[in-house]
C-alpha cells in the first residue's frame, strides 16, 4: 500500500519544500553546509536529490526505493545470519520484511534515514563477518576497508548505525573463547567514527532542530527511567506489533513513584541472570539482547531527540533494533 501513499509530516521540510535539493549547487550545500537542511544526513539528501531530478514530487518513486531498500536489508538480514550459521535465518529475514513495526519508516518518505542506513548497516555486518572471524594470518583487509566504508556512509544516513560497532564486538564475543586485540583493535575506528558523528547529530538536535527546553529538561534519573520502560516497550513491539500509532501517548516521568523503577531494575536483571547462566545456556541470547539493546541506546533518552517532545517512543526508533530483536525472537 505504501506505493499509493503520498507525503506526510516533515516530508515538506525534508523534501517537497526544501529549497536546498532545488538550488543549483545543491550538492555543495548537502555535504559542506550542515544548516541547509534539516539534518546532517548528507547522504539521505544526495538519494533525495536524485530522486528529485528523476521523478520530481511523485510520491510513488519515493516510495518505491524506501520499499526496494527494506527489501534489501531483509535479504542481507537473512545472509548475514546464515553466515552467523543460525537457524531460521530465513524466517528471520521474511519477517523482517513483512513486520508491522518497520512499516512507518517504509512507508514514511522522510524515514530513507532509517531504510538507507539500515541497509548500509546490515550490509556493514555482512561485508565484516569473514574478516572479523577469519582463523590465521589471512584476514582479507580488503573486507575490513568495504565494511569500513559502508559503515560510514551508514552513519552519514542516519547516525543510529553507531550502534553497529558495539554490534560487531558483541558478534565476536558471542563466537571466540574470549576478546584479543586482534577482535578489538580493528574495531576502534568504527567506535570513534561511530561516537564522533552521533555526538555532532546530538549537538545539531538540540541547537537547530529544536530538542532543548522545559519539555527535555530531564535528570539522570529521568533519563534511567524513561530508557527502562522504553527497552520493554520496543520488545513488546518487536513480539506482539500490534495497536501501532504513529504517536504514542508520552508517559510521566517522576523519579518519587517507586514502581517507575521497576522497568529499568528488571531489564538490569535480566542482563545480569543471562550473564550469570551464560555458561550453561551458551552466550547467544545475552549477545543478542545487548545486541537489541545497542541498536536502540540513541534513542532510549539519554540524548534529546525532538520527536521526544510528542513522545518517548516511535516505532521508527526501532527500525535498526528490529534485526537484533527478530532473530532473538526467532
Known sequence: PALRAGFIWDDDAYLTHNPTLTAPDALRRI???PRNSPQYYPMVFTVLYVERALWGFSPTGFHAVNIFLHGASAIFLWLTLRRLKLPGAMV????FALHPVAAESVAWVTELKNTLAGFLAIATVYMYLPFGLAQGQTRGWGRYAAALA?????MLSKTVACGVAPVLLLILWWKRERLTRRDVDPLLPFFII????????????VKYVGAFGPDFAFNPGDRLLIAGRALWFYAGKTLWP???AFFYRRW????????????PLAALAVFLLLWKVRRRTGKGILAALAAFAALLFP???????YPMLFSFVADHFAYLALMAGIPLAT
Open 242 to 244: 500490534f495497536h501501532l
Open 194 to 205: 561511530g561516537a564522533g558523528l552521533g555526538l555532532l547529530t546530538a549537538r545539531l538536535e
Open 299 to 305: 534513542a532510549l533518552g539519554f540524548f534529546n531527540v
Open 92 to 95: 528471520a529475514g521474511l519477517i
Open 150 to 154: 559502508l559503515f560510514i556512509l551508514a
Open 252 to 263: 510521566g516521568i517522576d523519579v518519587r513513584v517507586w514502581w517507575q523503577w521497576l522497568f
Open 31 to 33: 555535504w559542506f553546509t
